[in-house]
């Protein structure tokens, strides 16, 4: 069994906090994250991180913790043996989990000087091989071979106001992602977007390789859907013009949605917690045994209740403050 961590961004630590979990799940690795602020560790006997990497929105970098010491740096040779090979350039940073904002340059020119001494490798701030994060918790530091996020920089550079169809009901790329990471979505699988206005949802969930079906009541937004996904280049995709109280699909693997809500989306006049109802109610008969629910909504709908209601429990819940007394909340439900 290798120990392995994961630094989460800043923003939305909760959230981040399960998509990390959640994508250990999808790879499958029963393991929990024990969590120290944005710093998590679990034990796992396969790699995920190139899963988790390849993947998460929020995970910043992540890799394998290889050696650990008091804070007076006395590392066992052997593992400092194994954290970089002596014809390795490297880099060290250090993170500090109570103080995540605090230089760390002394202890991090300290601890690259006991690396050096002991492994003959050279340093290297701009050119490294391996980088080497130092990870402070409680007493101890450990050291860890750490990779950078290879999507997040992508993710962070796109917004849906880049999409080729713009429309203020959009979901935001990010919440988009972590709400597919959040169900599982992996490649090949079907994504129902009941309400899929003009894609946000649809486009990640094709990004990740997912076929997809939207429907919606507003035909100019699908019209919109189609050339968003055309321009991530969706394979399979599906979209229908209609009401959510007449769900044509008969199973899929995935619900990832947002139902209406303020007044950028309209509902022609029914209440929105009517038509949620209808969802989680057709739910139990499309979503296949295993498959995921991901839906995010105002606090104000109590979705919770209206999962329990159709004989489900929420598998979790994160909530997100948007602004003002807005709170969203994000339920996941396994079938
Ligand atoms: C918050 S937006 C969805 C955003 C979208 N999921 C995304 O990923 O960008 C809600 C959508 O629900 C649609 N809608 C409202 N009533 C509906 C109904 N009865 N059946 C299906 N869609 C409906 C609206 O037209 C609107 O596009």
Redesign the pocket.
Known sequence: MERYFVIVTGEEVPLARVEAQALLATASIDSSIEWHGRVGFFSANKDPMSFILSRAVYVREGGIVKAEASWSCDFDKTELLQTVRPNETFCVRVFDCSRPRASMQDLAATIGGILKRATGARVSLTNAIARIMAIKVGKRILLARSQLSRVRAGIYSRS?RKRTFF?P???NVRL?RAMCNLAGVMPRGVLL???????????EAAEIGASVV?????FR?LRG?MVNLQQVGAKEATLVN????FLPISNCDYIV??????R?????G?R?VR?VN?LLEAANGIVNRGGKLCICSDSRMKVGEIIKHYGKQPEMCVKIRVHGGLVREVFTVRY
């Open positions: 849906s429309h009901s959009l979901m988009a977007d009941p309400f899929c206005g003009a894609g946000g949802i649809l486009c939207g429907m919606d009541l507003n937004l859907a209609g009401d959510v109280r949605t947002d139902p209406p809500y303020g950028v989306s309209s509902t022609r029914e929105a038509l209808a």
